[in-house]
């Protein structure tokens, strides 16, 4: 009888896996490195292999499983099967996964986008709490978000619903790699925050550590500016200030359509922590609904980078037929969504 889920993260740069019970609980994990050459054609037998090795290596059998659950940094299309735009592995056109993961495996495959997988897993095991409305935007290179709703995974017509990153923030601003103009990921991505504090560096003449940094051609990362801020660097201030204006308007945004419980902030660039929520806050409380104003919670995303691990997981649980399921486990799987 199976008893167990295995969860595979696969990104940019690595594969992550990890083998849980029932309740979410990390009973294993291990990864290895993506390997995109190929056209990316080595990238799913990569995932058999280290699967099969990994089970047989531990004596154990792949029906003790009840199947895997994968997330990519692509869109997940023809009705569940494939993989499109993941331009880190080289797939660029439609690539199928979930046939030859289940020919070679024997158990059921089932495939999402990274950034909803990581809203799923905040939303079981981390700052989501189980909630039936929430969303999570993940601040990295990109902006990734998920968004749960009425107790749902909002997918939309051709699953790009939740493309927060790309809701317009200036129309007449910096042009975003989709091809449109303005979009809050040029502004409050890791990459960003570091384009707007060199568009501020440009008309700004006083005193500033960042400026003459910038000045200078010095490295300058998300975390050099938001130290700075905290420093009370003048421009580094004012820089991060209207990264954040940005995003808490455009949450705003995304709060009075769908008014969401809770609102969690992942990603390299949360590592700043309750500083960085402060300045989101501000602006989010202003122009949210005056009934969501106080009641929609704004909190930092507390698994890291195994959100999107649990949250695939998560969608073998919800898959189970009850009555294959003891009472503890069914009551695990009420858990998820
Ligand atoms: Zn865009």
């Given amino acids: 009888m199976p008893s167990k889920l295995i969860g595979v993260d696969v990104g940019g740069t690595t594969v992550k896996f990890a083998i849980f019970n029932v309740h979410g609980d990390i009973q294993d994990q291990w990864s290895f490195p993506t390997d995109p050459l190929d056209n990316g054609n080595r990238v799913v037998p990569d995932i058999i292999n280290s699967i099969k090795h990994r089970v047989q290596l531990y004596d154990m059998k792949l029906s003790d499983f009840y199947g895997v659950g994968l997330d990519f940094p692509g869109t997940v299309t023809d009705h569940g099967r494939a993989v499109v735009g993941a331009y880190h592995l080289n797939w660029e056109t439609p690539h199928a996964v979930k046939q030859p993961l289940e020919e070679a495996l024997g158990i059921p495959v089932i495939l999402e986008n990274d950034a909803n997988a990581a809203a799923l897993g905040e939303n079981w095991k ?26 749902k995974l909002l997918t939309g017509y051709l699953g790009s619903a939740g493309e927060i990153g790309h809701i317009c923030v200036d129309p007449n601003g910096f042009k975003c790699s989709c091809g449109n103009m303005g979009c809050l990921e040029e502004y409050a991505s890791a990459t960003g925050i570091v384009r707007v504090a060199h568009a501020k560096a440009e008309e700004y003449e006083g005193n500033s550590k960042l400026k003459a940094m910038l000045d200078q051609g010095e490295e300058v990362s998300s975390k050099t500016v938001v130290d700075l801020a905290r420093d009370k660097d003048y421009l580094a201030e004012q820089s991060l200030t209207q990264s954040c204006t940005y995003l808490g308007t455009a949450l705003s945004y995304v709060g009075n359509t769908l008014n969401p419980e809770t609102m969690i902030i992942g990603g390299g660039v949360s590592a700043a922590g309750q500083f960085l929520l402060n300045l989101i806050e501000k602006p989010l409380r202003e122009h949210l609904f005056p009934t969501m104003k106080t009641s929609t919670q704004l909190k930092l995303a507390e698994l890291g980078n195994t959100a999107g691990l649990i949250g695939a997981a ?24």
């Fill in 126 to 151: 981390g700052a989501g709490n189980n909630s039936a409305n929430m969303l999570m935007i993940t601040l990295g290179t990109g902006i990734g978000s998920g968004i749960i709703a009425g107790g």
């Fill in 314 to 337: 998560s969608l073998v649980l919800s898959t189970i037929d009850d009555s294959a399921l003891t009472t503890t486990e069914r009551i695990a799987k009420q858990m998820v969504l």
